[in-house]
């Protein structure tokens, strides 16, 4: 039986390139024959597995340059450390301001504070979480605002 060791690199492949494979594999099509053959045409090997990082790597590239997509994954909140807290955005602040001016509170900053203050217990939004909270409860008083034929206010629409 042959090593998984690369003699350049002393590396054979890895677990994420050896899915990755299979991935772009599926979608091209391929059956389990016709990706070896693939690897002995270009790898001159047998078995997936005897690959080297560099080996794999070529095939996987042949892959990609014959159609198949490598969709790339968001980056999750559990990548950060647990002790690093994400700011609020931009777009979180635009979006609160949005919601603000549909409530009609522009003209009355104090509502918003008073809103900031009864969710958050501060004036001013810091951090990412504390903007998702802010936007849910202003998107749904906006919701229940906005529905025909619904109180608003104890003011009956016309």
Same mark, same amino acid.
């Given at each position: 039986m042959m090593t998984k060791i690369d003699s350049k690199s002393g590396k054979g492949i890895t &677990?994420?390139?050896?899915?990755?494979?299979? +991935?772009?594999?599926?979608?091209? &099509? +391929? #059956? !389990? #024959?016709?990706?070896?053959?693939?690897?002995?045409?270009?790898?001159?090997?047998?078995s997936i597995k005897t690959l080297s990082i560099s080996e794999a790597a070529k095939i996987i590239d042949n892959l990609i340059e014959t159609g198949a997509k490598v969709k790339r994954?968001?980056?999750?909140?559990? #990548?950060?450390?647990? !002790?690093?807290?994400?700011?609020?955005?931009?777009?979180?602040?635009?979006?609160?301001k949005y919601l603000e001016k549909q409530l009609g509170w522009q003209n009355d900053p104090e509502r918003l504070k008073g809103f900031l203050r009864k969710i958050i217990k501060r004036e001013g939004v810091r951090t990412k979480q504390e903007g998702i909270k802010i936007i849910q409860g202003?998107?749904? +008083?906006? !919701?229940?605002?906005i529905k025909p034929g619904k109180e608003v206010n104890s003011v009956k629409r016309q």
């Open positions: &677990g994420k390139q050896l899915k990755l494979l299979w +991935m772009l594999a599926r979608q091209l &099509g +391929m #059956d !389990n #024959d016709s990706l070896h053959a693939l690897v002995f045409k270009l790898a001159g090997k047998d994954k968001r980056k999750s909140r559990r #990548d950060l450390p647990a !002790n690093v807290v994400e700011l609020v955005t931009v777009e979180q602040k635009r979006f609160i202003l998107k749904s +008083m906006t !919701n229940r605002k």
